[in-house]
T-cell receptor, first 115, second 114 residues
Framework: AQTVTQSQPEMSVQEAETVTLSCTYD???????LFWYKQPPSRQMILVIR??????QNATENRFSVNFQKAAKSFSLKISDSQLGDAAMYFC????????????FGAGTILRVKS | DAGVIQSPRHEVTEMGQEVTLRCKPI?????LFWYRQTMMRGLELLIY????????DSGMPEDRFSAKMPNASFSTLKIQPSEPRDSAVYFC????????????FGQGTRLTVV
């Protein structure tokens, strides 16, 4: 079964600085999607960035980028120029291409941004 | 589109009562997921459907939990009888096949069982 591990329960970053959130996953599949979702205090789940496993190039969305290491099954999120609005819970997620297209999440990392 | 719509937003019920949570997925989406979020367990996948058919219900914690999807535009998650440990935020999400993989979430239902 696919599992997603986020080993950092909580992280802090100074405003305007850069922070990296870690995620590893376990799978025997070769085709899948990886995601980072953000959950602010409003509890709405917001997609931050997605990565297709077949793409070697790391995905980038403005200040958000990922470091996708397929062989190591690692998928970290880098937030550059951190802003107060980035403070939230961040979830890493894996979606299987087979196995019924299941979508599973890690435990989450709380990100605090200091002004 | 209005997005995934869940109702109610908040539910407070007494232990032993039946609780029904509702979800309307985004029109045209063929996958629907139910998740439960707690501080202790994070975001757990309870059950998911493809074209209204349950694919995997291995995450449903007990027989007290049941889910249905009678048509493409409606799903329910029922807890009968409810217990205090069922208190959590329940999310519904939908997606369009595996085209982009992304799931769109509703606002969630905060359930409190007293």
């Amino acid at each position: 079964a696919q599992t997603v591990t986020q080993s950092q329960p909580e992280m802090s970053v100074q405003e305007a600085e850069t922070v990296t959130l870690s995620c590893t996953y376990d799978t025997s599949e070769s085709d899948y999607y990886l995601f980072w979702y953000k959950q602010p205090p409003s509890r709405q789940m917001i997609l931050v960035i997605r990565q297709e496993a077949y793409k070697q190039q790391n995905a980038t969305e403005n200040r958000f980028s990922v470091n996708f290491q397929k062989a190591a099954k690692s998928f970290s999120l880098k937030i550059s120029d951190s802003q107060l609005g980035d403070a939230a819970m961040y979830f890493c997620a894996y979606r299987s291409a087979g196995n019924g297209n299941k979508l599973v999440f890690g435990a989450g990392t709380i990100l605090r941004v200091k002004s | 589109d209005a997005g995934v719509i869940q109702s109610p937003r908040h539910e407070v019920t007494e232990m032993g009562q039946e609780v029904t949570l509702r979800c309307k997925p985004i029109s045209g989406h063929d996958y629907l997921f139910w998740y439960r979020q707690t501080m202790m367990r994070g975001l757990e996948l309870l059950i998911y459907f493809n074209n209204n058919v349950p694919i995997d219900d291995s995450g449903m914690p007990e027989d007290r939990f049941s889910a249905k999807m009678p048509n493409a535009s409606f799903s329910t998650l029922k807890i009968q009888p409810s217990e205090p440990r069922d208190s959590a935020v329940y999310f519904c999400a939908s997606s369009l096949g595996f085209v982009s993989g992304e799931a769109f979430f509703g606002q969630g239902t905060r359930l409190t069982v007293v």
